[in-house]
T-cell receptor, first 117, second 113 residues
């Protein structure tokens, strides 16, 4: 149980375009989802915390107008990278917690590799 | 703010050999400590966690970790490594269970046959 999927697993887009990444909890309802960014040989950097039905809480230094997060249902959160630039190329990972579950008990998706050309 | 250091970027071991991955943290009080594993194409999975009590904690897949307050360390160990253990390992620290962990940069484990 507690499986999280991400789609797509890889995406290449042109500079200036927008790209959407989906994160789904397959067998549980996720009231809270998290979005991370992972650079090569770097730790996971928390970008934002997303609660179903409310606005996401962004970490300091993360541009909320560039990284749009929508958590419209208990099983789906989306991250849209708007007007993408090559420096946005990275590995994006989402995770989710079960209702009432502690924040450390996160179930992670397999990640999405974004390449902006 | 808390921080976590994993000093080894890569570790190479032979299958069947023992393993120790290092993790040091910086935090004023005793933090909550975690080890996660990230296999290729899969999400991070929680291996084990320490909150309080016995400083030697057992996790899944035969892993264990020991909390040493005097050294601010939480090293991960396994007595005999299997080829399937090849993955990226992340140490993480949080002030409490309600807080989102801060992750180290990870250690890549390479297993030779």
């Amino acid at each position: 149980g507690a499986v999280v999927s991400q789609h797509p697993s890889r995406v290449i887009c042109k500079s200036g375009t927008s790209v959407k990444i989906e994160c789904r909890s397959l067998d549980f309802q996720a009231t809270t989802m998290f979005w991370y960014r992972q650079f090569p040989k770097k730790s996971l950097m928390l970008m934002a915390t997303s609660n179903e039905g409310s606005k996401a809480t962004y970490e300091q230094g993360v541009e909320k107008d560039k990284f749009l997060i929508n958590h419209a249902s208990l099983t789906l959160s989306t991250l849209t990278v708007t007007s993408a630039h090559p420096e946005d190329s990275s590995f994006y990972i989402c995770s989710a917690t079960t209702p009432g579950g502690p924040s450390y008990e996160q179930y992670f998706g397999p990640g999405t590799r974004l390449t902006v050309t | 703010a808390q921080s976590v250091t994993q000093p080894d970027i890569h570790i190479t071991v032979s299958e069947g050999a023992s393993l120790e991955l290092r993790c040091n943290y910086s935090y004023g009080a005793t933090p909550y400590l975690f080890w996660y594993v990230q296999s290729p194409g899969q999400g991070l999975q929680l291996l084990l966690k320490y909150f309080s009590g016995d400083t030697l904690v057992q996790g899944i897949k035969g892993f264990e970790a020991e909390f040493k307050r005097s050294q601010s360390s939480f090293n991960l160990r396994k007595p005999s490594v299997h080829w399937s253990d090849a993955a990226e390992y992340f140490c993480a620290v949080a002030p409490g269970g309600s807080y989102i962990p801060t992750f180290g940069r990870g250690t890549s484990l390479i297993v030779h046959p």
